[in-house]
Structure formats: structure tokens, C-alpha cells
């Protein structure tokens, strides 16, 4: 008697040299709107035994430059932080993102840089308006959730 069912390959969870999906999905729902071209998406799924990795809030390392600098510099130090743990931007699953007086035009330099940094590797987002940081001058942070390369 021979059996036909597929058999899933066993992996041993004990060791760190199993192999793990790389595969990403990032959703939008018709039903939802549609935050594309804020440069984010509704929904991301991340692969079974994918190592996470969590990047702390990244604030500009000069701040006292202008809102746009604050922004590009923050995106920059993420990128690092991300690096040092295994992970890229192209596989960040979350941010979180910090403005101190929010308004429509900050809003749109951090959409422009969402979609700059994070290409079609879009991320689920949230911004968070406040009115103030932990360093007085400081405008912007960010913070993410990524899966490692």
C-alpha cells in the first residue's frame, strides 16, 4: 500500500539553519482605501518562522536642521539600525512614525519619503502627531518593525 498525501519536511526548530520563506505579503483590500500612493499599505503578512527583528526610535542626529533634513537623516539612521539586526528596508513590515506639529505638509514630506525608502516594499504605517519629543528640537522619529533578510 502506497501512500500518495504529501508529506511536509521536517525542520528542526531548534536549529537556527532551518530554512525560512522569504516571502512577504502586503495587501490592500478592495474594501479599504487604498494608501498606495502615501507610500504604505494596509496589511502586511510575514512568513511562518521569520526572525523579527525591532528598531527603537531614530531621531535625526542633528536637531536642529529643518523638518526635511530631520526626516531624510532619521530615515537614514533606520537604515542602519535595520542593517545591524539582519534586516533591509525592503523588508520592514511596520513603522511607526513620531511628528511634532503635524499638518498637511509634514505629512506629505513623510509620505514622499515612505515612498523614496520603501519603493514597492511598502510598509503598514502609522503617524502619530505630538507635541514634542524627547529632545526639544527634535521634529520627527521613526520606528519599525522588520523581518531579517
Known amino acids: 500500500m502506497s501512500d500518495t498525501t504529501p508529506r511536509k519536511p521536517s525542520i528542526n526548530i ?7 520563506p522569504k516571502a512577504i505579503e502586503r495587501l490592500n483590500p478592495d474594501t479599504l482605501f487604498d494608501p498606495t500612493d502615501l507610500g504604505f499599505c494596509s496589511t502586511v503578512v510575514t ?9 527603537a526610535g531614530k531621531l535625526a542626529d542633528d536637531h536642529d536642521a529643518d523638518f526635511d533634513s530631520q526626516v531624510a ?4 539612521n533606520l537604515r542602519v539600525a535595520l ?3 539582519g534586516a533591509s528596508l525592503a523588508s520592514v513590515v511596520k513603522i511607526t512614525c513620531l511628528i511634532v506639529d503635524a499638518d498637511s505638509e509634514r505629512i ?3 509620505s514622499q519619503a515612505r515612498r523614496d525608502h520603501f519603493g514597492t516594499n511598502r510598509p503598514t504605517s502609522t503617524i ?6 524627547v529632545s526639544e528640537n527634535a521634529l520627527f522619529e521613526i520606528d519599525a518593525i522588520a523581518i531579517a533578510d
Open 108 to 110: 506629505g514630506v513623510v
Open 128 to 133: 502619530i502627531p505630538v507635541p514634542r519629543l
Open 47 to 55: 512568513p511562518a518562522g521569520a526572525r523579527t527583528v525591532y528598531v
Open 14 to 20: 531548534m536549529s537556527n539553519t532551518a530554512p525560512i
Open 73 to 76: 537623516q532619521s530615515f537614514e
Open 83 to 85: 542593517e545591524a539586526g
